[in-house]
């Protein structure tokens, strides 16, 4: 028997759960349960597994188990850009190898198109809006990135447009930017908002548990899930839970969970959308990547998400959050200073799964455990795409972008504690000093 070394453990603020429909939350698990197939972590990895799997599989029971309540989690608490194209950080023009860049935009648009299909059919209220993304520059730094991007995109067939600083307020009120290249096809929406619908229009064969942590698993015959209440008992495991997949003894010293913040403010009234000026529905991603990402939701609310930590175990740390506080309002001031008396209702820490090497994984983690984790920041496309490909795979079908993902060399392996805690938080604080006025 495994014990699960790390559970979540999020606090209690985030402000897209609270300002999102409410939902009646599916009973936890009690008692003895024996499935085929049983999937753990309710995000939106674990969400297009289950409802794939179930339609694939439509005589069988999917079960799905989620540590929390659904949309209240990491899913529940990112930026909520569901973006197509790629953008590695590591090439000069952010695109890299042209051909690999283009099967990473087929695979991010592969999970664009299944959401949205999704959202329209059953009449998800997530705020899905085609407004696109602006990567915004402050500096000649950030400018040169924006530029050589344009270049990068171009190689693969994207279109943008590089918006001029006098032009910018039009657009998104703030005349903080020096540039701006806005880039069509990103989805904004609501995030827990979107997690909370898709739970709530799974197949009807899909069984869903919250609340139900996982503290210990074993590997025998047949797969055994223990928790606190009892346990489920499964021919097949699929792992949909990200950093906390080496919790459970997979991937372990590969998987960098890795902790960002976010304040969202009260809303705007009419004289302020006034005062502020620009498109009703935005979102900035910075030149540099360890700047601020800012939103204005459909809403009114304006969003301000930066700073980063790195926690190996995937739980925040209280003090942290409280020691990013000044930070989000400071880069809120320098943006908006026409807004100077809008306070932030709600402020919380999310973590995103990252890796040295920006790889995922994908496929077979041990007999009868697979396994689609660890998006590095892409969640909502990746996740999604994987989540649905994964259940294509486990039915026996092979296609261009399943045969991408099984082809990854997976994450690479990091070094050992305390290195690895010690390194990381010290590029993580030097990426964020160097950041400098887009934070």
């Known amino acids: ?20 429909p409410k939902r009646q939350p599916r009973p936890g698990h009690s008692g003895r349960k024996e499935a085929r197939w049983t999937i753990v972590g309710a995000g939106l990895t ?6 794939q799997m179930a339609l694939n599989f439509p005589n069988e029971e999917i079960v799905l188990v989620e540590a929390q309540e659904v949309g209240f989690g990491s899913a529940g608490r990112n930026a909520g850009f569901a973006i197509d194209v790629p953008h590695d950080i590591g090439a000069k023009d952010y695109i890299g190898d042209v051909t690999t860049a ?30 696109g993304k602006y ?39 703030t005349s903080y930017y020096k540039k701006a290249l806005h880039i069509p096809g990103t989805l904004l929406l609501q995030p827990s908002a979107l997690v909370k619908g898709l739970a709530d229009h799974l197949p009807a064969n899909v069984t869903l548990y919250e609340n139900t942590p996982i503290t210990s698993i074993d590997q025998g015959e047949r ?34 969970p890795t902790f960002l913040y976010a304040s969202l403010s009260r809303q705007l009234t009419e004289e302020e959308q006034a005062r502020l000026g ?32 790195f926690y190996p175990d995937g739980r925040p740390r209280a003090n942290a959050l409280q020691s990013h506080l000044p930070t989000h309002r400071k880069s809120f001031e320098r943006r908006f200073p026409m807004l100077g008396n809008v306070e932030f209702e709600y402020s919380w820490s999310g973590a995103i799964c990252l890796s040295e090497n920006h790889e995922g994984f994908f496929g077979q983690l041990a007999p009868n455990v697979y396994g689609a984790l660890c998006c590095n920041g892409l969640g909502i496309t990746r996740g999604t795409a994987t989540g649905k490909l994964l259940a294509d795979w486990l039915l026996g079908e092979r296609n261009e972008h399943i045969d991408f993902l099984l082809s990854s060399p997976g994450p690479n392996k990091t070094p050992p504690q305390p290195f690895l805690s010690i390194g990381v938080n010290s590029v993580l604080k030097w990426g964020q000093f160097r950041a400098g006025l887009e934070v």
């Not at 797969?223 to 949909?240: C, P, W």
Request: proline share 4%; with cysteine.
């Open 46 to 51: 674990g969400l297009a597994a289950a409802r």
């Open 135 to 173: 990567q915004a520059a402050v500096g000649a730094k950030g400018i040169a990135i924006l530029e050589a991007y344009r270049s990068g995109l171009e190689k693969i067939g994207c279109s943008s447009t590089l918006i001029d600083e006098q032009d910018l307020p039009a657009h998104i009120g």
């Open 102 to 131: 283009t099967k990473i935009l087929r695979l991010n648009t592969l999970g664009q198109d299944y959401l949205r299909a999704i959202v329209e059919r059953n009449g998800i209220d997530c705020q899905m809006s085609d407004s």
């Open 278 to 309: 620009g498109q009703p529905v935005w979102g900035v991603i910075p030149a540099h990547p360890f700047g601020s990402t800012v939103r204005r939701t459909a809403d009114n609310r304006i969003l301000i998400r930066n700073s980063f930590n």
């Open 1 to 20: 028997m495994q014990k699960v070394t790390s559970l979540p453990g999020d606090d209690a603020r985030p402000g897209w759960y609270h300002t999102s």
């Open 223 to 256: 797969i055994t899930l223990v928790h606190e209440r009892g346990s489920i008992v499964t021919d097949k495991l699929i792992l949909a839970n990200n950093g906390f997949a080496s919790a459970f003894g997979f991937l372990k010293g590969r998987l960098l």
